[in-house]
Structures are given as structure tokens and as C-alpha cells.
């Protein structure tokens, strides 16, 4: 035996004893985990065979930018920070369509009536299938009526924005951006994904990635399903498509480092962390009073 074999069955008899997984094993179970969620959903409803009621018509046209912004609905009045983020939103001349996934009768929901006004659209969907769902059904209702050349998806789970200047900037970047689609943050594992709550798309990532994306989209019950199907392999698969993505605070922490992330510029507080961290003499001082409103 050559003293290059004894080394090498050396290391692995070491490897064998240490509590890891070896890269080839790990990459194999990977595979084996892609293809079992890319399986799953057989008897699952898709996104939009679910009730949907429109609330208040599409306005139909061309937009430069048109936001899908997604709120579950819990009860009859809007969240607060709800609102003020639609109202920001559309302050900086971006189209809203306000779609809310919703146990309640859609007749039993009180929305201001100037608020509604500035909208472009208002769909009331059966709460199934999480923000994927609901993102999927309405641009499928949407994109018939209004299209639009940068597409934002955005949900309820962020707070903000903390401040207009920043959140300025943030528009500022993602508007400049040669990324085909942009996001806030990219989170590492358990594969590398840009996370939902804020994603912007361009016309080429809207209609050769998102789009087709859409159509499979199911109403999983589970939302570490959504999660793991949806929000962790959209990226890759838009990357392995060919369109660039990038975030805007890559591989920053949203919910341990939200103060530092504050610091850094990041118009939001994540809604989780905001509970966890209510009392933290940082919320006072980082987050406006009416965006605590319950």
C-alpha cells in the first residue's frame, strides 16, 4: 500500500467518524429534496380556483411600476402599517393593487374610501395558499387589464417604512438596478433565495420568469411548504433562466440584526422581530408611533 492510499483511507476513516456530511451525500439529499417538493401539491387547489371577489375594478392601462401588495385580513379594518406602506407606495408613483387573503365576507371589511380611491384594484381572495397564492391569483385577475413594466411584490409581513428618505433610497436603488430582479435581502440557507416580503421584477424577469412561475403556483395548507417550495427555489430557478438577481442587503439578518439593519439603511423592522423585540428601548426610538398601532 503507497503511502498516498494510507493517507487518503486515513482521512476518510476520519471523515467517517466526524458529525458531518460529506459534500457529495449532502448535494445527493439536496437533489432527493428538490425533487420531493417539486412533486408534492397532487389534490391541491390551484391559485386561482379559489373564490376571489373584486372589490373595486382594475383600472385598466400601462404602468411604469404597479405593486402587488398582499395583507392577510384578520379583521374588518386594514392594518395600520398596512396602509401607511400602501400610501408610501403610492406617493412615489407606484400603482397598487391591494390584494387581501381574508376569512371575513368581503362585504364586512371597512377600507377608507379615499384610501380605496387611490387604488388601482382591490381583490378580496379566500385565505388559502399564504402570499404566493394570493400573488399568483391576482396578477392572473390583474395582467389581462393593466400591465406594467417593473412588477413589486410586497406583503403585510415587513413594518414601514421607518423613514421617508431611506425609503427613498431604497426606490432609488431598485429603479437603477441592472438586476433583471431585485430584492431587500438574500438569505443563505438552506439554499441561497431572496426573500419574499419585497421583490421587484423587470418586464423581461415578469414575462420569461414570473409568469410562467404563476401558473403552477398551488394552494399549499402549510406555510413551511410555501416556503419551501415557492420562496427558496424562485431565485435559483430565475438564475438558472438567465435573469440576474440581487438584493438590495445581501445576507443581512432581518429578525437578530433588524437594529443594525436599520442602521444600515433598511426601511423596515420585520413584523416578528417587532413582536420579539417590543419592549427594546430601539423600537421607540427606530419606529414611528402609528406603525404600532394594533
Same mark, same amino acid.
Given at each position: 500500500?503507497?503511502?498516498?492510499?494510507?493517507?487518503?483511507?486515513?482521512?476518510?476513516?476520519?471523515?467517517?467518524?466526524?458529525?458531518?456530511?460529506?459534500?457529495?451525500?449532502?448535494?445527493?439529499?439536496?437533489?432527493?429534496?428538490?425533487?420531493?417538493?417539486?412533486?408534492?401539491?397532487?389534490?391541491?387547489? /390551484? %391559485?386561482?380556483? #379559489?373564490? *376571489?371577489?373584486? &372589490?373595486?375594478?382594475? +383600472? =385598466?392601462?400601462?404602468?411604469?411600476?404597479?405593486?402587488? !401588495?398582499?395583507?392577510?385580513?384578520?379583521?374588518?379594518?386594514?392594518?395600520?402599517?398596512?396602509?401607511?406602506?400602501?400610501?408610501?407606495?403610492?406617493?412615489?408613483?407606484?400603482?397598487?393593487?391591494?390584494?387581501?387573503?381574508?376569512?371575513?365576507?368581503?362585504?364586512?371589511?371597512?377600507?377608507?374610501?379615499?384610501?380605496?380611491?387611490?387604488?388601482?384594484?382591490?381583490?378580496?381572495?379566500?385565505?388559502?395558499?399564504?402570499?404566493?397564492?394570493?400573488?399568483?391569483?391576482?396578477?392572473?385577475?390583474?395582467?389581462?387589464?393593466?400591465?406594467?413594466?417593473?412588477?413589486?411584490?410586497?406583503?403585510?409581513?415587513?413594518?414601514?417604512?421607518?423613514?421617508?428618505?431611506?425609503?427613498?433610497?431604497?426606490?432609488?436603488?431598485?429603479?437603477?438596478? /441592472? %438586476?433583471?430582479? #431585485?430584492? *431587500?435581502?438574500? &438569505?443563505?440557507?438552506? +439554499? =441561497?433565495?431572496?426573500?419574499?416580503?419585497?421583490?421587484? !421584477?423587470?418586464?423581461?424577469?415578469?414575462?420569461?420568469?414570473?409568469?410562467?412561475?404563476?401558473?403552477?403556483?398551488?394552494?399549499?395548507?402549510?406555510?413551511?411548504?410555501?416556503?419551501?417550495?415557492?420562496?427558496?427555489?424562485?431565485?435559483?430557478?430565475?438564475?438558472?433562466?438567465?435573469?440576474?438577481?440581487?438584493?438590495?442587503?445581501?445576507?443581512?439578518?432581518?429578525?437578530?440584526?433588524?437594529?443594525?439593519?436599520?442602521?444600515?439603511?433598511?426601511?423596515?423592522?420585520?413584523?416578528?422581530?417587532?413582536?420579539?423585540?417590543?419592549?427594546?428601548?430601539?423600537?421607540?426610538?427606530?419606529?414611528?408611533?402609528?406603525?404600532?398601532?394594533?
Amino acid at each position: 500500500m503507497t503511502r498516498s492510499n494510507t493517507l487518503r483511507d486515513w482521512r476518510r476513516s476520519l471523515k467517517d467518524r466526524l458529525p458531518y456530511v460529506r459534500r457529495r451525500v449532502h448535494a445527493s439529499l439536496e437533489r432527493r429534496y428538490a425533487l420531493l417538493t417539486d412533486a408534492l401539491g397532487m389534490g391541491v387547489p /390551484r %391559485a386561482a380556483d #379559489v373564490t *376571489l371577489t373584486v &372589490a373595486r375594478p382594475v +383600472r =385598466p392601462g400601462d404602468a411604469d411600476e404597479l405593486c402587488l !401588495f398582499l395583507s392577510h385580513q384578520a379583521a374588518p379594518a386594514l392594518k395600520p402599517h398596512v396602509v401607511a406602506h400602501v400610501t408610501a407606495l403610492l406617493d412615489r408613483g407606484v400603482r397598487v393593487v391591494l390584494v387581501l387573503n381574508t376569512d371575513l365576507p368581503a362585504d364586512t371589511l371597512r377600507i377608507d374610501p379615499a384610501f380605496a380611491d387611490r387604488l388601482d384594484g382591490l381583490l378580496v381572495r379566500q385565505n388559502l395558499g399564504y402570499d404566493f397564492a394570493g400573488w399568483a391569483h391576482a396578477h392572473a385577475v390583474v395582467s389581462p387589464h393593466l400591465r406594467a413594466q417593473r412588477l413589486y411584490l410586497v406583503n403585510d409581513s415587513i413594518v414601514g417604512p421607518l423613514d421617508g428618505a431611506a425609503f427613498d433610497r431604497l426606490l432609488a436603488r431598485v429603479r437603477s438596478s /441592472r %438586476a433583471d430582479v #431585485v430584492g *431587500l435581502i438574500e &438569505a443563505p440557507t438552506p +439554499r =441561497p433565495h431572496l426573500q419574499s416580503f419585497f421583490l421587484a !421584477f423587470n418586464a423581461r424577469a415578469l414575462a420569461g420568469g414570473l409568469v410562467p412561475f404563476f401558473r403552477e403556483v398551488l394552494c399549499f395548507a402549510d406555510k413551511g411548504t410555501v416556503v419551501d417550495v415557492y420562496e427558496t427555489h424562485l431565485t435559483q430557478r430565475l438564475r438558472h433562466a438567465g435573469f440576474a438577481c440581487e438584493a438590495v442587503f445581501p445576507t443581512a439578518d432581518p429578525y437578530a440584526g433588524w437594529e443594525q439593519l436599520v442602521a444600515d439603511g433598511f426601511p423596515y423592522v420585520k413584523g416578528r422581530a417587532l413582536a420579539e423585540h417590543r419592549r427594546h428601548p430601539a423600537v421607540a426610538r427606530l419606529v414611528p408611533p402609528h406603525l404600532l398601532a394594533d
